[in-house]
Every structure is written in structure tokens, then in C-alpha cells.
């Protein structure tokens, strides 16, 4: 779609008739493969297909994306995790950046579809890493770009989210966002001092997605929780962040090197952020 991101359409009926927004599914790229998460984007139940975004950042996605159309994968299983609450809240901001750009949209259209003012802020570092934004003008009340370098849009990062409130003349009754790590840990401590609750779908490093392997464990509001039968959606107010960042990077470089021993010729770029 953009660099380094990749849109996955897997023909998987029994998956699609079941999924629900904020839900994710757990992909295999081969029978040798690791098993990766993955927020779903969209779903179509009469076509039984399922929609993902991913980042290549390792030997794992570096395989999901020379896969070519008619190709079949080995697991696709889900729908994993809690879906998200989707009532009549009211006015409710959607941010979404990197893969997140395409995770939070069902989410906006499930809340439209709630009866909420639903107003969607996509962040990129710039215009040409934007994508799906046709597909959130048609559903949201607003849509407004940011890019860190000014080539589209406002100019900055996700801290310029209270100016975009005050030109909105909005005052939201949640927050949702959905992306990398940092622009879940500053959106939400841009919020926490507004008193506007904020809802992050967390990703951690995580195994079988069920509850039995424990790795995808984090903090929250001084408990411990697993992302995948807990969440993946929690307050991002009460979230450990800098646990959480450290647990992230914990194999940064295992991941990293079988790609760069590949000799596919993909190059990334990964934030450690991230």
C-alpha cells in the first residue's frame, strides 16, 4: 500500500463470519513460521474474507509479503481477543497512524453505525505514506491529516491532537488510538491531563493467543493482564508504558538478523519504538 506496508486479504468464511471490531487474528506465512498477531482492518462475511495491514520487520513478514494472489498459508486462526465496546458514547476521536491507519477503521464505522459523532485523525511521517483515507472520509465526520514533515495536512505529530480539537470545536467523550507504541503512549499522555478516556489496542510479543503462554502480559493499573484475553483494548491511562516499551524491544535483534541473512533484498525500516 505505502512502504513497508502490506494489506493481507485471506479468504477465511468461518473466521469472517464471527470477527468483530478491536478483535485479531493469529497468521502463520509457512508450516516453519512463527506465529504472528495481527489487528484485522476490515472484514466482508458474504465474500468470507478478512483484511489486514502489516509491517515487515522481520524474516516472518518479510515472508507474508512476497506472497502472491491465490497462495494459501498455512494457520489463520481467530477471531482472538475481546472486541471492542461499541455503544453510543457520544463524540468519539479515532486516531489511527502506521498499520493502525487501517485497524481503527472498522472501529469507526462500527461506532458511526452506534449512532456516534465519529472523527478520525490519520498520522504518517509523510503524504505518501498515507493510505485508506477515501475509505474513513465515507464513513467519519472528519478526517484530518497529520504528517510529521508538512507535506500533507497539519504539520507535526500526534501532539498537535488538542489544536485539532479546538479547530473541530469538539470535545470528545473517548479517545480510541491504534498504531505503534509511542503514538499509543503519547496519545494518551496528551489526553490523561484533558480527562478524556482513552482506549489503546495493545501489542505486544505474543505466542498462541489464547491466555496459555503468558508472554503477552503487561501492566495495568497495577495488575497484570494478558493482551489476548484481556484485551486487546485498555484504558491507555493506566497502562505501565515504560514496561511495556522495554518488553517490546526484548528481541529486537533476533528478529532482525535472520532478515538481514535472508538475501531477499527487502530493506525496512523499524522503529525501536515502535
Known sequence: MVPNIHELVVEAPDVAAAIKPGQFVILRPSETGERVPLSTSDF????????CFFQVVGESTAKL???EPGDTIPTF?????????????????????CFGIGSIYPIARALKEAGNEAHVILEARSKYLHYWVDRHEAIADSVTLITRDGTLGTKGHVSRIPDILNKLKIKPDRVIANGCTFQMKRVSDITKPLGILTIVSMNPIMIDGTGMCGVCRLTVDGE????CVDGPDFNGHLIDWEEFLQRRKTYYEEEIEPLRRS??????????NC
Open 44 to 51: 466482508d462475511r458474504e465474500a468470507g474474507t478478512i483484511t
Open 65 to 67: 509479503a512476497l506472497l
Open 77 to 97: 486462526a481467530g477471531p482472538l481477543g475481546l472486541e471492542s465496546e461499541i455503544e453510543n458514547f457520544g463524540t468519539v476521536v479515532l486516531v489511527g497512524g
Open 224 to 227: 497484570t493482564k494478558f493482551a
Open 263 to 272: 538475501g531477499t533484498g527487502t530493506t525496512v525500516h523499524v522503529c525501536r
